[in-house]
Structure formats: structure tokens, C-alpha cells
């Protein structure tokens, strides 16, 4: 496995299975790749993303090619990517500490939802992370992302109640990965998460991004139904977590 530093052939890769690779494919972004390792196998891609504290990891091949770079890769804990038929390719390399079943939702036919909403930046940092203190939210967020200006949240009587944003956005690639969405659980039923999600997509499709996607859990049904009444639709399904490595011979 080779180190792969040439975007064009980065890019080349990515944008064969660009619905798998969205995210990766925003990270060709300058202030976003040189926090990335990709690394080259065969046909196949790796990438260790180092900007965010969980060190996300995605691989992009067959499920064989995939146990090939799995192997090779020295990362003792990240937040580990699989396409579904790919779980098997990690056995006895990587274990799941807890592995979420996940689905890849794609915005298909925009459906907005009208309402107030504002504009969130750095000022609002400290709201933010407030909120999603009350709950499990924010996972991914990194205060970075706030500078993309592609955050949007609704405040009730001054507070902030519920936001939503991005995980990742590409001008050049024409690409992002909506998230952070969060509603405090003192406001949740009243359609809060669909207004600031509408929000968010909006502003991306006004700004030219035509591949829109987001990540929700299988069994999160309540937020599947809010997807898709603003038009976004499942391609497929995959798991991710943090995993450690398991200790096994590399090949040479």
C-alpha cells in the first residue's frame, strides 16, 4: 500500500462510486486535505481523516481489496466505515465497539419546508455545543465546520432549540454532507429538525451543490420520515463506529 498525495487520481477514484465517496470527495478541498492519508492498493482507496477527534476511516473497493488495505493500515482506533457486504473484510482486523447500522440518504426532489430560521456562526459556538450537551447530538462536529456559514438553527424566546448544518461542502466537487441536526429535547415534536434541515439544503442548492447527502441510523424512523418528506431518498446501507485494531500480522 502506497501513499497517495495526486488529487487528480484521488479524485479519479472517489468519483467512481461518488455517492460512497461524497464525503471523502469534499475533503479534496484545501484546509481539508492536508488533514487526510490517502492511501492507494490495487483498485482500491484509504483514507484516515485526522480533523475530527474520532479519526473517521472509509475505504473505497472490493470487499477483498478492502480486507487488503484494513490490514495494512497502522490506525489503532478510528471511526470505521463498511459498506454492508464489506463487514466481513475487517473480521479479526478491526472490532466495532459499537457498530450503528446506518443508511446513505440522497437528496433526490427537494421538498422545502418555509420558516424562520438564522444564520449560525463561530458567535454562536458556545449555544451549539450547549445544546447538544442536553443530548447525544454533535458527534461529528467540529467547530471548523461553522466557517462553511451553512448552519442554520431556530431560537424560542432567545434560546436556541435546534440546529442543523454540515459535516462536509465542496464548491469544487459540487458536493455535501448535511448533519449535526439537533433538536433540544424540550422542543422536539413541533417539526423543528425539518425546518432547519430545509434550511440548510437550500442554502447549499443556492449556492450551486448538487450531490446533497446525510447519514441516519436505521432505526431512527422518526428522522428516515423527516428525509424524506424533504426529498431525500436511501441509495444503501452501511455500518460505522469506532473500532479497534486487532493485533495481527500485516502482510509484508
Request: hydrophobic content about 40%; aromatic content about 10%; proline content about 2%.
Amino acid at each position: 500500500m502506497k501513499r497517495l498525495t495526486d488529487k487528480a487520481a484521488i479524485r479519479s477514484i472517489l468519483n467512481k462510486n461518488r455517492e460512497w465517496c461524497l464525503y471523502a470527495l469534499a475533503d479534496l478541498d484545501d484546509g481539508m486535505f492536508e488533514h487526510c492519508d490517502w492511501w492507494a492498493y490495487q483498485e482500491g482507496l484509504a483514507l484516515v481523516f485526522r480533523a475530527l477527534a474520532i479519526r473517521p476511516i472509509l475505504t473505497v473497493g472490493d470487499a477483498q481489496t478492502t480486507r487488503e488495505m484494513l490490514c495494512r493500515l497502522d490506525e489503532p482506533t478510528g471511526y470505521l466505515n463498511l459498506l454492508r457486504d464489506h463487514l466481513d473484510s475487517a473480521a479479526g482486523i478491526y472490532a466495532y465497539r459499537e457498530r450503528h447500522d446506518m443508511r446513505r440518504m440522497i437528496l433526490s426532489d427537494f421538498h422545502p419546508r418555509t420558516a424562520v430560521t438564522g444564520i449560525l456562526s463561530m458567535a454562536d459556538r458556545g449555544d451549539i455545543e450547549n445544546l447538544y450537551a442536553t443530548g447525544s447530538g454533535g458527534l461529528a462536529f467540529a467547530p471548523f465546520q461553522l466557517e462553511t456559514g451553512f448552519f442554520r438553527g431556530v431560537r424560542i424566546n432567545g434560546r436556541l432549540a435546534a440546529v442543523a448544518g454540515v459535516h462536509v461542502v465542496s464548491r469544487n466537487e459540487g458536493v455535501a454532507g448535511v448533519g449535526n441536526i439537533f433538536t433540544h429535547p424540550d422542543y422536539r415534536g413541533g417539526g423543528l429538525a425539518q425546518t432547519v434541515t430545509s434550511a440548510v439544503v437550500a442554502a447549499l442548492l443556492d449556492a450551486g451543490i448538487r450531490t446533497i447527502g446525510l447519514n441516519v441510523e436505521q432505526t431512527n424512523t422518526v428522522a428516515i420520515r423527516v428525509y424524506e418528506r424533504l426529498g431525500f431518498r436511501t441509495r444503501f446501507s452501511y455500518y460505522e463506529g469506532i473500532a479497534d485494531r486487532i493485533k495481527v500480522s500485516r502482510p509484508g
